[in-house]
């Protein structure tokens, strides 16, 4: 199964190697428990300190990661958990990495391409489909603009909103 993005390190903190980072857990706290995260070559890091940081994100302290050096060498470091570590989702849930690679349908069936991502810069979720010539599309992650998730079926269907050529332009 494919890994799950838990945080992101965003910088180091302090001058004895800790790091803070950006958590997608539903709290911030929740981090520590998942165990040893991986970065997306499979190397550990095992957590030997956590706290809280501003919403969404903590400070946390790796083994082995004792001076701000080795600290900021981490920035951009992507950490994940493999996917059956997780909590089975509820009816109506999913976690967003079960998402990636499905096939993206319009209403009638026909393919868009496959969901790349989904991305969030602040205002919203946003589903990224890259489309078979290349091209990504991005469009609200909405329950209007995705109405259905069909993750046995290994599709999403996206309600395509309609190009207006006439006012594809700026007065």
Known sequence: MKPVLLAVVIGASGLQGAVKVKTFTA???ALAGYGALQDKNGKAY???AFRPGKPGEAVIS???ITTREAAEGLKGTELFIARDALPETAEEEF???DLIGLEAQDSE???IGKVAAIHNYGAGDIIEIVRSDGDSVLLAFTRETVPTIDIPGGRVV???PE???ENDHVE
């Open 158 to 160: 996206v309600a395509v």
């Open 27 to 29: 709290s911030s706290e």
């Open 62 to 64: 790796f083994a082995g």
């Open 46 to 48: 095992s957590i030997t």
């Open 163 to 165: 190009d207006d050529e």
């Open 109 to 111: 069936g026909r393919v």
């Open 95 to 97: 976690y967003h990495a």
